[in-house]
């Protein structure tokens, strides 16, 4: 059931807002309410097309158990070796996701490709450490793993296993600026990387043979998008995206699969109509908490954990616009 419109606080001071925007996707993990666990039923994973398999997340906020487990991922098994998109919130669920690929194949893992920077898509990358894989992402998202390694070692060591350390958080190896095509044997991938949307670091992987489009934190189905790089951006990104021939699209949280590009019209509707609210109240000299108490509201009961993420993202897209 969906929560009562509540009220927000005051809004903090500028440089307190800019921080807890950035903190916000990454809560605290303590005083965490009693969420039934989500992973008792066991890991599953789906082959949603020939040789695509994905591990649907589950909605849950970030502060509650089962937040290492809350978005897709998945991997694409070629003649040769294997594939691995996004590995999750911590290392137990990198681990079981290597174990799912090895129930389907003995072939090595050549390539772990992250969608982009936030924890519940690369804490899983340690698991694959020894496996020889090559590590692949947006060319920026070396840096932003390495901008972020301290706060995911304060905030997540109970995710990152025993005695967690430097090298547990394992960023790329493999930068893509544009486009990139690897071959997993006689069946290639093609990456390519995105200017700021849902983050700077934003990545799309194509299975050419099945035309599935792993779309990562791009696309957001059923749980509300959350606004990280640029609200203006993400929405030029989309037609980028639909340019794709995709005829399936694997979203970073939602169903495993969905028809593509029907599956954008929800979180295209939520963008589009955060930016029309958000301008008007800028242009009726609204300040920003009002803008809180008053856009995009009718979306509500429209989107899961909306009282999660919706007030934040109203404040990333004010921060982005006031000064247009």
């Excluded at 681990?95 to 920077?117: E, F, G």
């Excluded at 919706?310 to 000064?323: I, P, S, Y």
Aim: net charge negative; glycine share 8%; aromatic share 8%.
């Amino acid at each position: 059931m969906q929560q009562a419109h509540t009220t927000p606080p005051a809004v903090l001071p500028l440089k307190i807002r800019q921080l807890r925007g950035i903190l916000c996707p990454f809560l605290l993990l303590c005083c965490v309410p009693a969420w039934p666990s989500p992973n008792a039923g066991g890991f599953n994973v789906t082959e949603i097309a020939e040789g695509v398999f994905v591990h649907a997340g589950v909605h849950v906020p970030v502060d509650a158990p089962g937040h290492e487990d809350i978005a897709n991922v998945g991997f694409i098994i070629g003649e040769r070796c294997v594939a691995v998109v996004d590995t999750g919130g911590s290392v137990a669920i990198g681990w079981k996701l290597l174990d799912a690929i090895r129930s389907k194949t003995t072939l090595p893992v050549c390539y772990v490709i992250n969608s982009h920077v936030h924890y519940d898509h690369l804490l899983g990358n340690a698991a694959f450490r020894d496996t020889g894989a090559k590590f692949a992402g947006h060319a920026n998202l070396a840096d932003a793993v390495t901008g972020s390694r301290d706060f995911f070692l304060k905030q997540f060591a109970a995710d990152l296993g025993d005695a967690p350390d430097a090298t547990s958080v394992v960023g790329p190896t493999i930068g893509v600026d544009g486009r990139m095509q690897l071959d997993l044997g006689n069946r290639v991938i093609e990456l390519q990387a995105h200017p700021p949307a849902h983050t700077a670091t934003d990545l799309s992987v194509y299975d050419v043979r099945t035309r599935t489009l792993f779309a990562g934190d791009l696309l957001f189905m059923e749980r509300l998008p959350i606004l990280d790089g640029s609200l203006r951006g993400w929405l030029k990104v989309l037609p980028e995206l639909e340019a794709i021939p995709a005829g399936r699209v694997v979203p970073g949280h939602g169903p495993a699969s969905a028809p593509w590009p029907e599956a954008v019209a929800d979180q295209r509707r939520y963008l589009e109509r955060l930016l029309t609210d958000v301008k008007d109240a800028i242009a009726a000299g609204q300040f920003i908490e009002d803008a809180l108490d008053s856009v995009g509201w009718d979306e509500q009961d429209k989107w899961l954990l909306f009282e999660e993420t919706h007030r934040r993202n109203v404040t990333r897209a004010f921060t982005e616009l006031e000064w247009e």
